[in-house]
């Protein structure tokens, strides 16, 4: 999605405004541009593709001398990605420049509005109207000119700003789409993002929905929506610029696959204390646990596929029913949820647009809501009751890999904890579990070795066009997040199946050379899976089949068998998800994908 910068101190703003939008070029994009204060006047410049056109536009930003400006990569929404389209967008005279990230939704009636009053649009995008009415309203007072701009404006948006008039001085706006300030040293900044930030400094401000900040070298004041100044004290970022870096991996999602038993650690070991699951900060007494009636965890993408994974120990463990639901459905269908239902919601990022939307009609009917997300203070932590983070450090590569395994062990952890608050776990089953929680890093690890032979069957398969993921259980959601992981980085087509459902229907596309992937750790349907995969094979369809460690059984059937460490069957997906990571992986680096970035997605998802 999107990614603004601003810039305002003593130095060059472009060199460092370019920096910052290569820094977020994770998020995904389509076109970049940057606009800066030169004396009274704004200089733009923009470009479609990637940054590198920005930079060599520009000469690395050396063409610019102004000290303050602001800076944009677009995932495109409305008008393709063109350098007309691109941000920033200036007024028709020249005084203002604004970048945004989120969707108007008024767009079109402001459009007609300003054109009548004359005004002349150069893009088909929604933030152009933005420019024009900033210029509009403004009559010699910036801070009212943005007040009365934002009350016109519906949707989502976090929005950078510069005028001509005010030197020095740059206003950031954010309305239910990420933006953070900067504070620095005689200078400062705002970003959607703090990996933009941490090379310049660890001091950041969040705002909230409905403020805006006007940010000098020297000074960052922040207002609410009413124009009165709101005092906000500072917040320190500990991510080190090394952690948000390759590390000498090839790729971002490479040294992210392999961080996985660190991050795994760095999730679980915090909450084990002497045996016991300590969630600090999430206080849900047995009478509070016994007043919920149901569980619903929603989410989006990868952290959904999450969540199917956490049902599985969640029912089994506390036996509350739990409903899994993608947040884009969930949001719009009048859910029977109330003050006896309990919300999981989890995020990455935090910042997705849907899950926030979800969430907040969710607590709207009464729901308290847990969070399990990775950024620090991001929307959906400060939006939700209880906070369980998943510590797994920066996330770069669009398609998550530990993001995964640490929301999947952290669900894994509350299942346990509200079993044992409810007192419907054994003690026998109680300690079993946080062995095989505490266990889990050095089988992740186990799982890593099996780098070289996935890689050497990403080899040999990586020509099919499609294929399919089959399981059962947990093995079957596993699947799901197993094939989404192929598809987004390696552009195959591919699905995954209930293993029992293939049968009606689906089985009639498999034919000769057709690869499935049998997923057949969950021993308890071993024998299930065995004659599923003699059907396909029947029907001429070569199989890798996944399988735990010892068990032979499954090569008198697949082609191929990968054998992930053996784990508590509740724990599997966790160490299952390993090698069908580094398959995705190779898969894409044998087809010379672009794999850190791939084409169409985005990071985090921030508009509808
Ligand atoms: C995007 C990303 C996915 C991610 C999903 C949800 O689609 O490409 O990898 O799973 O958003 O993101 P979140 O930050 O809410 O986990």
Redesign the pocket.
């Known amino acids: 999605m999107c990614g603004i910068i601003g810039f305002t101190g003593a130095k060059p703003a472009a060199p460092m405004l370019l920096e910052g939008l290569r820094r977020m070029e994770y998020r995904?994009y389509d076109s970049a541009g940057i606009a800066v204060q030169e004396g009274t006047q704004i200089r733009a410049a923009r470009a479609s593709g990637r940054l590198e056109h920005l930079c060599a536009m520009t000469h690395d930003g050396a063409d610019y001398a102004g000290t303050c400006g602001i800076g944009h990569t677009r995932w495109a929404t409305h008008g393709a990605p063109t350098e007309c389209n691109a941000h920033p967008h200036l007024s028709n005279d020249g005084l203002f420049a604004v970048v945004h990230n989120g969707i108007i939704e008024n767009y079109q009636p402001l459009r007609e509005e300003l054109m009548a009053k004359g005004y002349t649009f150069h893009s088909e995008t929604d933030t152009e109207v933005v420019a024009h009415l900033l210029d509009m309203y403004y009559d010699g007072n910036l801070k009212n000119a943005v007040m009365k701009t934002v009350a016109r404006l519906e949707g989502s948006y976090s929005l950078g700003v510069v005028c001509a008039e005010h030197p020095g001085e740059l206003v950031a706006v954010r309305y239910a789409s990420p933006l953070i300030l900067g504070v620095g040293v005689g200078e400062n900044y705002f970003a959607s993002d703090v990996t933009a930030l941490i090379g310049h400094t660890r001091t950041v401000i969040y705002l909230d929905d409905g403020e805006f900040a006007v940010l000098s070298p020297e000074k960052i004041t922040i207002y609410d929506c009413t124009g009165a100044e709101v005092k906000r004290a500072p917040s320190h970022i500990d991510w080190t610029m090394e952690a948000a870096e390759k590390g000498g991996y090839a790729h971002f999602m490479l040294k992210e696959i392999m961080e996985q038993p660190h991050a795994v650690k760095s999730a679980i070991e915090p909450r084990l204390k002497d045996g016991r699951v300590v969630l600090g900060g999430l206080d849900l007494s047995r009478a509070q646990l016994e007043d919920i009636h149901s569980i619903v965890i929603t989410?989006?993408?990868?952290?959904?596929?999450a969540g199917c994974v956490g049902r599985y120990a969640i029912e089994e463990l506390c036996r509350i029913p739990v409903q899994v639901e993608v947040a884009s459905e969930l949001r719009y269908r009048n859910p029977l949820i109330d003050e006896h239902t309990l919300l999981i919601v989890?995020?990455?990022?935090?910042?997705?647009a849907d899950?926030i939307a979800a969430m907040k009609e969710c607590k709207k009917r009464g729901a308290r809501a847990i969070a399990i997300v990775?950024?620090v203070d991001s929307t959906?932590a400060r939006l939700a009751d209880d906070v369980l983070y998943t510590w797994a450090g920066p996330e770069i590569a669009?398609?998550?890999t530990k993001?995964?395994t640490t929301?999947v062990a952290v669900l894994t952890l509350l299942a346990v904890y509200m079993a044992d608050q409810l007192g419907r776990i054994s003690p026998e089953r109680y300690a079993a579990l946080v062995e095989g929680i505490t266990a889990l890093p050095e089988r992740c690890q186990r799982a890593i070795d099996l780098n070289s032979h996935i890689d050497r069957l990403a080899r040999k398969y990586h020509k099919n066009s499609s294929l399919f993921f089959i399981g059962r259980n947990l093995d079957y959601a596993a699947c799901l997040e197993a094939s989404l992981k192929l598809k987004?980085v390696s552009y195959l087509h591919s699905e995954a199946y209930a293993a029992g459902e293939l049968k009606h229907g689906t089985i009639a596309l498999i034919e000769e050379g057709r690869l499935v992937v049998a997923l057949a750790c969950y021993e308890a349907l071993f024998d299930k899976m065995m004659s599923n995969i003699k059907e396909v094979k029947a029907r001429g369809a070569r199989v890798m089949g996944v399988a735990l460690e010892g068990n032979r059984r499954i090569l008198t059937e697949a082609d191929d068998a990968v054998y992930v460490p053996r784990t508590d069957p509740l724990l599997l997906p966790i160490p299952e998800m390993i090698p069908m990571q580094l398959f995705a992986y190779y898969v894409a680096k044998e087809n010379g994908c672009d794999i850190d970035k791939p084409k169409n997605?985005?990071?985090?998802?921030t508009v509808e």
């Open positions: 995904g989410a989006c993408g990868s952290a959904y596929h989890i995020s990455q990022s935090g910042e997705t899950t990775n950024v959906i669009v398609a998550t993001g995964y929301q987004e997605l985005a990071k985090s998802v």
